[in-house]
């Protein structure tokens, strides 16, 4: 079911909407630890798991936590079996914690955590060029592994961690328009990842879908937000929660909700607290949760901050405004009106579903707001939009040639 918004009272003076929305945050229990950012984050039963990590001195962390949701309190577990480490990578396989790579200086190893043993054992390293930033989920007995930043370049390969045999197998690579600090996610049988910063210095809003049968990757609807880096993310049943991070504008507090059976995103509840960078987001109960990050870059304040959020809870919700961006005709033979409801729109990207830069003949208006494309040189098939306005902020569309 689509997460709806009721319209309650708008106000034109300050562009902002008051809304019924679906979706409420709770505060929870602070970590009694140290605060940080770059940690990695997992859940398994009734319980998060949350360490590593940069303090406020910038110094790296080992240590890990447990929460339990139940009773709302944090116990230390056993430190990290790697040492110390930043911006490295987790996922879950049959009730067991991962953790690899990462670290102010690059790593290559994997930890597996028992958590009834409360123990970390080594497994097969990552056979990968070693690096931070990497983005991972799991599906079945198997985890996924790729992107992040090995100290020059970011990376686009992809690797498959097969746990019954504790070996790895390098996969189809992703494309470059995302690569580091971006999110990853797993729903049903596939895998997604999406936003981060890829080969050049702008943050993608770019979402890709991982087919573990086909080995393939199709590039889904963009997200209709600015693009991140450092978001956070957590799912609940077929969608995915996704928000927070670093603009091109600087950090933000919004989340969005995708939908894997429809396609479509939806704006919900911001997180009522500190924007920030770099936070921990995991799922108990059908419950989502944020952990920590980093809420100034020129302060480099960290947090230890837990929110939990509801997502069929409804409440009184103020958010901003956002400028529409209208496509039509759709589908389309021979030409498209992009429109913007405010502002204007400075450049235009297309491209096709494999994330291929497409080109049409474009048209603008004296004020921008309107642009039509010549779509005679495209072949039949979906494509994509991205309208920047003039505030750096990206908008998207699909649209289909006939």
Not at 30 to 59: C, E, H, P
């Amino acid at each position: 079911m689509k997460s709806k918004i009721f319209l309650i009272v708008l106000i034109t003076t300050n562009h902002l909407l008051y809304a019924q929305t679906n979706g409420i945050w709770t505060q929870k229990a602070n970590l009694i630890g140290v605060k940080r950012m770059g940690a990695v984050g997992f859940s398994i039963g009734n319980y998060g798991y949350v360490g590593t990590g940069i303090d406020s001195s910038g110094n790296d962390l080992s240590d890990f936590w447990k929460y339990d949701a139940i009773n709302d309190s944090w116990t230390q577990v056993a430190n990290f079996g790697g040492g110390n480490r930043e911006y490295a990578v987790s996922f879950i396989i049959n009730g067991k914690g991962y953790v690899g790579t990462g670290g102010a200086i690059l790593t290559n190893d994997l930890w597996q955590y028992d958590t009834l043993a409360n123990t970390w054992t080594q497994k097969a390293n990552f056979p990968g060029v070693w690096r931070s930033f990497a983005i991972g989920f799991s599906i079945g007995d198997k985890g996924y592994l790729g992107g992040g930043y090995d100290g020059l370049t970011n990376r686009s390969d992809f690797w498959e961690y097969n746990s019954i045999t504790d070996s790895w197998l390098q996969k189809a690579t992703f494309t470059s328009n995302v690569g580091t600090e971006g999110i990853g996610f797993s729903i049903g049988d596939k895998g997604y990842i999406g936003l981060g910063s890829g080969s050049s210095t702008t943050y993608s809003t770019y979402l890709y879908e991982y087919d573990t049968f086909l080995n393939t990757w199709t590039q889904k609807t963009n997200m209709p937000a600015a693009g991140r880096i450092g978001a956070s993310c957590f799912t609940i049943g077929n969608k995915a929660y996704i928000g927070l991070g670093q603009t091109n504008n600087g950090l933000v507090n919004d989340f969005w909700v995708y939908n894997s059976t429809t396609d479509l995103w939806n704006q919900t509840t911001s997180l009522p607290s500190n924007i920030r960078v770099g936070s921990v987001g995991f799922n108990i109960l059908n419950m989502g949760y944020v952990f920590g990050g980093l809420k100034s870059i020129s302060s480099l304040k960290k947090l230890n901050d837990l929110w939990q959020f509801d997502p069929n809870a409804t409440g009184i919700n103020e958010i901003k405004e956002e400028p529409k961006l209208n496509v039509y005709p759709n589908p389309t033979s021979s030409f498209i009106n992009l429109q913007l409801s405010a502002g204007s729109i400075n450049t235009i990207e297309i491209t096709n579903v494999v994330g291929q830069i497409v080109n049409c003949k474009m048209a603008f208006n004296n004020s921008n707001t309107n642009c039509q494309l010549n779509t005679n040189n495209l072949s039949q098939g979906i494509y994509f939009i991205k309208a920047t306005d003039e505030k750096g902020f990206q908008h998207t569309a699909k649209f289909v040639k006939e």
